[in-house]
C-alpha cells in the first residue's frame, strides 16, 4: 500500500514516516506540512491510504479527508490527533481509523493491520450465484442478501444505515442536504460532508463486493439510486399506494401479497428517526389491507380466510379494535358462543393492560347483541 502524510508538524511527521519504514507494509509515496501541497500532488503520489493530523491551521484534516475523497473517493484516511476525546466521540461513529499522539510502533501496526484486513477482496461468487437476484429483508429487521443468500457485511453502521435509506428513497431523487441533515443532524456542515462521502464509498465497495450492478449517480446536488438487481419488498408497498386497488376477485394476490410481506414493523428496532413515515405508510396500508381482506371473506361466508388476516394485523398490533371486531364477527357468524365470549375478555384485557380503558360502547353493544342472538338461535 502507499500512504501520504499531511501534518503541520515537522516532528510528528518525521515521527509517523519512521514507524511507517520500520513496519515495512507501506510506502511512502508524499509527506506535506501543508495540506494544499499535498492536494496538489495527490494524483501523482496516487496513495491508498492518508495519515491526516486534525488540527491543522488554514485546512483541517476533515475538510482535507472532504477534498481527497472529491478527488479520488478510494484513498482510505487515518486520521491523527493529540485529542482522544474528540477522536472516540467524532471518529469511532462512522469507525474511521485514528492514532492518538504521541505515536507508538504498536499502534502504527495495528492500524496498519486493520487497513489491509479491510482492502482485502472478498472472495468472488460462484457463477451460479450471480446469476441470482439479491435481496432486501426490511419487514422485521433489515438485512441485504447477496444471490446466495448471505447477508452482506457493512464496514459500519452508518454505512448500513445509508443503504436503508437509499432503500427507503428508491425512485426518488435525494437532495446532497437532506442526505446531510437526516443521518448526521448533530454534526456541522463540514462533519457531515466528510463523512457523507466516506460512508458512500464504503457503500459502494459493499455492493461491488456482493456482486450488485447497482448504482448511485450524483446528478445537480442530488443523488439518484437504482438498485435492479436487489428485490425490494418496498416495490410492493409503493405500488400498492399509487394504484389503491379496489378489493375485487382480480385483486386478491395483490392484498394478500402485502401483508405476507409485513412481517413486522419496517427496518424494526433501528432507529432511524428519517424513517417514520415511511414506516407509518407501511403500517397504514398493511393494516388497511387486513381490515379489507377479513371483512372482504366474512361477506363471502368464508369466517376461516376472515381470521386469518383480522389475526395476521392482532399479531403486530394487538390493541387494534376493529381487528378485534372483526374477530368477534369471526365467531359470530361460526355461531362459536364459548370463542366469542373469549375473544371479548382478551379485547378488554388488552385495552384494559396496554391503555387503562375499556372497549368502546359500540363495541360492548356489538358484543352483547351478537351474544344474545346466538343464545336465542341455540
Given at each position: 500500500?502507499?500512504?501520504?502524510?499531511?501534518?503541520?508538524?515537522?516532528?510528528?511527521?518525521?515521527?509517523?514516516?519512521?514507524?511507517?519504514?520500520?513496519?515495512?507494509?507501506?510506502?511512502?509515496?508524499?509527506?506535506?506540512?501543508?495540506?494544499?501541497?499535498?492536494?496538489?500532488?495527490?494524483?501523482?503520489?496516487?496513495?491508498?491510504?492518508?495519515?491526516?493530523?486534525?488540527?491543522?491551521?488554514?485546512?483541517?484534516?476533515?475538510?482535507?479527508?472532504?477534498?481527497?475523497?472529491?478527488?479520488?473517493?478510494?484513498?482510505?484516511?487515518?486520521?491523527?490527533?493529540?485529542?482522544?476525546?474528540?477522536?472516540?466521540?467524532?471518529?469511532?461513529?462512522?469507525?474511521?481509523?485514528?492514532?492518538?499522539?504521541?505515536?507508538?510502533?504498536?499502534?502504527?501496526?495495528?492500524?496498519?493491520?486493520?487497513?489491509?484486513?479491510?482492502?482485502?477482496?472478498?472472495?468472488?461468487?460462484?457463477?451460479s450465484a450471480r446469476q441470482g437476484e439479491m435481496k432486501a429483508?426490511?419487514?422485521?429487521?433489515?438485512?441485504?442478501?447477496?444471490?446466495?443468500?448471505?447477508?452482506?457485511?457493512?464496514?459500519?453502521?452508518?454505512?448500513?444505515?445509508?443503504?436503508?435509506?437509499?432503500?427507503?428513497?428508491?425512485?426518488?431523487?435525494?437532495?446532497?442536504?437532506?442526505?446531510?441533515?437526516?443521518?448526521?443532524?448533530?454534526?456541522?456542515?463540514?462533519?457531515?460532508?466528510?463523512?457523507?462521502?466516506?460512508?458512500?464509498?464504503?457503500?459502494?465497495?459493499?455492493?461491488?463486493?456482493?456482486?450488485?450492478?447497482?448504482?448511485?449517480?450524483?446528478?445537480?446536488?442530488?443523488?439518484?439510486?437504482?438498485?435492479?438487481?436487489?428485490?425490494?419488498?418496498?416495490?410492493?408497498?409503493?405500488?400498492?399506494?399509487?394504484?389503491?386497488?379496489?378489493?375485487?376477485?382480480?385483486?386478491?394476490?395483490?392484498?394478500?401479497?402485502?401483508?405476507?410481506?409485513?412481517?413486522?414493523?419496517?427496518?424494526?428496532?433501528?432507529?432511524?428517526?428519517?424513517?417514520?413515515?415511511?414506516?407509518?405508510?407501511?403500517?397504514?396500508?398493511?393494516?388497511?389491507?387486513?381490515?379489507?381482506?377479513?371483512?372482504?371473506?366474512?361477506?363471502?361466508?368464508?369466517?376461516?380466510?376472515?381470521?386469518?388476516?383480522?389475526?395476521?394485523?392482532?399479531?403486530?398490533?394487538?390493541?387494534?379494535?376493529?381487528?378485534?371486531?372483526?374477530?368477534?364477527?369471526?365467531?359470530?357468524?361460526?355461531?362459536?358462543?364459548?370463542?366469542?365470549?373469549?375473544?371479548?375478555?382478551?379485547?378488554?384485557?388488552?385495552?384494559?393492560?396496554?391503555?387503562?380503558?375499556?372497549?368502546?360502547?359500540?363495541?360492548?353493544?356489538?358484543?352483547?347483541?351478537?351474544?344474545?342472538?346466538?343464545?336465542?338461535?341455540?
Open positions: 500500500m502507499k500512504a501520504i502524510i499531511v501534518d503541520d508538524e515537522q516532528p510528528s511527521l518525521d515521527l509517523l514516516r519512521l514507524l511507517l519504514e520500520r513496519d515495512g507494509r507501506i510506502r511512502l509515496s508524499g509527506a506535506y506540512r501543508k495540506p494544499s501541497e499535498a492536494l496538489a500532488a495527490l494524483e501523482e503520489a496516487g496513495p491508498d491510504v492518508a495519515f491526516l493530523d486534525v488540527d491543522m491551521p488554514q485546512m483541517n484534516g476533515l475538510e482535507l479527508a472532504r477534498r481527497i475523497h472529491e478527488r479520488q473517493e478510494a484513498v482510505e484516511i487515518v486520521f491523527v490527533t493529540a485529542y482522544a476525546q474528540y477522536a472516540i466521540e467524532a471518529f469511532r461513529r462512522n469507525a474511521l481509523d485514528y492514532l492518538l499522539k504521541p505515536l507508538t510502533p504498536e499502534a502504527v501496526s495495528e492500524t496498519v493491520s486493520r487497513l489491509y484486513k479491510r482492502r482485502q477482496p472478498q472472495a468472488p461468487l460462484p457463477e429483508v426490511l419487514f422485521g429487521g433489515f438485512d441485504l442478501l447477496d444471490a446466495a443468500g448471505q447477508p452482506v457485511k457493512w464496514r459500519t453502521l452508518k454505512t448500513k444505515e445509508i443503504m436503508a435509506y437509499f432503500l427507503a428513497k428508491e425512485g426518488q431523487p435525494v437532495s446532497k442536504w437532506e442526505l446531510m441533515a437526516d443521518l448526521w443532524p448533530e454534526l456541522n456542515e463540514e462533519q457531515s460532508r466528510t463523512y457523507l462521502h466516506t460512508t458512500l464509498y464504503n457503500l459502494k465497495k459493499a455492493l461491488k463486493e456482493a456482486g450488485s450492478s447497482s448504482q448511485i449517480h450524483y446528478v445537480s446536488g442530488q443523488y439518484h439510486a437504482s438498485f435492479g438487481d436487489i428485490a425490494s419488498p418496498l416495490r410492493v408497498f409503493r405500488d400498492f399506494e399509487r394504484s389503491r386497488p379496489p378489493l375485487a376477485e382480480e385483486a386478491l394476490g395483490q392484498y394478500q401479497a402485502l401483508t405476507t410481506l409485513y412481517q413486522g414493523e419496517l427496518f424494526a428496532r433501528l432507529d432511524y428517526p428519517w424513517s417514520g413515515p415511511i414506516r407509518e405508510m407501511c403500517f397504514g396500508l398493511f393494516r388497511q389491507s387486513c381490515i379489507r381482506l377479513s371483512r372482504y371473506y366474512l361477506d363471502k361466508g368464508e369466517p376461516e380466510a376472515a381470521a386469518k388476516a383480522a389475526s395476521q394485523l392482532l399479531a403486530q398490533s394487538e390493541i387494534d379494535e376493529e381487528a378485534h371486531e372483526m374477530m368477534l364477527e369471526v365467531h359470530f357468524c361460526k355461531k362459536d358462543r364459548m370463542a366469542l365470549k373469549h375473544q371479548y375478555e382478551l379485547l378488554k384485557k388488552v385495552l384494559l393492560s396496554e391503555l387503562g380503558l375499556p372497549p368502546k360502547p359500540a363495541v360492548e353493544r356489538l358484543y352483547a347483541g351478537m351474544m344474545e342472538q346466538i343464545g336465542s338461535d341455540a
